[in-house]
Structures are given as structure tokens and as C-alpha cells.
């Protein structure tokens, strides 16, 4: 029997990517976010299952939850950033909501399918991190906060989870060229443009490949972290740019 990966934040970018990715494999995959019309296209293509979901609403995650059968992996993909302001400027509404999507809906999710995961005998829970969870930057004080928070929890997990058949993984991508600029600044497709000028990114496919590598180690070997890094990136800020 194949088995079932359930993936967050699957209607674009590494979500998406990620869902190919894991169906080529051979994986039953159950998608979930809010823009349903995307992922049922997605679900259609490559054979997988889509369900409306938002991390952000427990009610939401119950229903979801309760409708998946069985779960070998959990991919905690939805996240996003929003705005660049300093802290003495800082919009509190941004804030909340990063919280809430990238730290309360990992915890959400993760609570909901432990069970499930540990019942498989072999459960793997996959987090999307960011180099912002390594690497604090001026004007992503939100983002940074919040994916900082992720990584802790998932650290946390892996302690909690030892000797138990669940493993624990954390993918922190640097430069992605995918959504997420335009999300973070509220759709401004120009200045997302900018974000990647003169550099060649990542894309999602390329963490795509790195969740299917994780996803098919077998049950002895867990890989706790990777770093993804553009060549032309070395860190947050630094980026070597030919313009």
C-alpha cells in the first residue's frame, strides 16, 4: 500500500512542488490550504486529494484532520512573511498573523496527526523553515521571530519523539523564487521582482527535491536540518548580484 503524505500550504511554491515531487514517488498525497481551485487542479494532476484547509483556524484543522484515514508524512509547508517594517514601526495585525500561520499552525497540524503519524510504525514530520530562523535581519523582525519559533518547537519534537517511530526534519531555504515576495509586500509585483534581480534563486522544485531526498531515507537515518543556499547567496543579506 502506498503510503500517505499530507502536505500544508499546497496550492503554490514549495507546497505544490512538493506534492509532484512525492506523487512521482509513488506517495498517496492529501493536499490542503485555502485556495481550494488551485489544489483541486493540483489534485487532479497528479492524483492526490484536496481538502480546503487554514492553519490558522483550529475548526478547520479539526475537519481536515479527522478526514485524513492515515498519515506517514506530515510537510508543515504554510507559512509567509508580511511587510518590512522596523520594529518601532511594527504593524502588531502582521505580526499576529505570522505567528499564527507559521508557529500555531505547525503546532496545530503536528497535534492533530502525531497520533496517525506514530500508529504508521515509520511517521515523518518535514517542517519549512527559512534561513530567517537562523539569521536575524533588519526589517524582518516578525518573520523572524516567528520562524525562529518554528525551528525551536521542531527541535523540541525531536526530543520529545525519541524513541518513538516518528522522525523530525527541518528544511531552512534561503533566496526561493516563488509567492512569497508578492505576499510580503502585499502584492506589489514590482518590488518582488527586486527581491531576485541580477541573481539566479532557488526554486521550488529545488526543495522539492530536497523534501522527496528526506522523505525516502530509510526509518534508521533521520536528517535533523538542511540549509539550502542560492550559490550567489551566503547569508540573509548577502548576495553577490550581476546587474
Not at 514517488?25 to 494532476?45: C, K, P, Q, S, Y
Not at 518601532?88 to 497520533?115: F, S
Not at 531526498?213 to 536540518?225: E, L, M, Y
Request: proline fraction near 3%; charged fraction near 20%.
Amino acid at each position: 500500500m502506498p503510503k500517505t503524505a499530507v502536505i500544508t500550504g499546497a496550492s503554490s511554491g514549495i507546497g505544490a512542488a512538493s506534492a509532484r515531487a512525492l506523487a512521482a514517488d509513488g506517495w498517496n498525497v492529501v493536499i490542503g490550504a485555502r485556495r481550494v481551485d488551485r489544489l483541486e487542479a493540483l489534485a487532479a494532476e497528479i492524483g492526490g486529494t484536496a481538502m480546503a484547509l487554514d492553519v490558522t483556524d483550529q475548526a478547520s484543522v479539526d475537519a481536515f484532520c479527522d478526514a485524513v484515514d492515515s498519515c506517514d508524512l506530515l510537510l508543515n509547508n504554510a507559512g509567509g512573511a508580511l511587510g518590512t517594517a522596523s520594529m518601532a514601526e511594527a504593524d502588531i495585525d502582521q505580526w499576529q498573523w505570522m505567528y499564527d500561520v507559521n508557529v500555531l499552525g505547525t503546532v496545530r497540524m503536528t497535534k492533530a496527526l502525531l497520533p496517525k503519524l506514530v500508529a504508521s510504525g515509520d511517521g515523518q514530520v518535514i517542517v519549512i523553515g527559512s534561513i530567517a530562523a537562523r539569521e536575524p535581519y533588519k526589517g524582518g523582525g516578525g518573520y523572524n521571530a516567528a520562524k525562529h519559533a518554528v525551528a525551536a518547537a521542531t527541535r523540541v519534537l525531536r526530543l520529545e519523539l525519541i524513541g518513538q517511530p516518528v522522525r523530525v526534519s527541518e528544511i531552512d531555504p534561503g533566496m526561493v523564487e516563488t509567492e512569497f515576495s508578492v505576499v510580503r509586500f502585499g502584492g506589489d509585483e514590482e518590488k518582488a521582482a527586486k527581491v531576485y534581480e541580477g541573481v539566479t534563486p532557488m526554486s521550488a522544485e529545488d526543495i522539492a527535491d530536497a523534501v522527496r531526498w528526506v522523505a525516502s531515507r530509510p526509518q534508521h537515518v533521520n536528517i535533523d536540518q538542511i540549509l539550502m543556499l542560492a550559490t550567489a547567496q551566503t547569508s540573509a543579506q548577502v548576495v553577490h548580484r550581476e546587474l
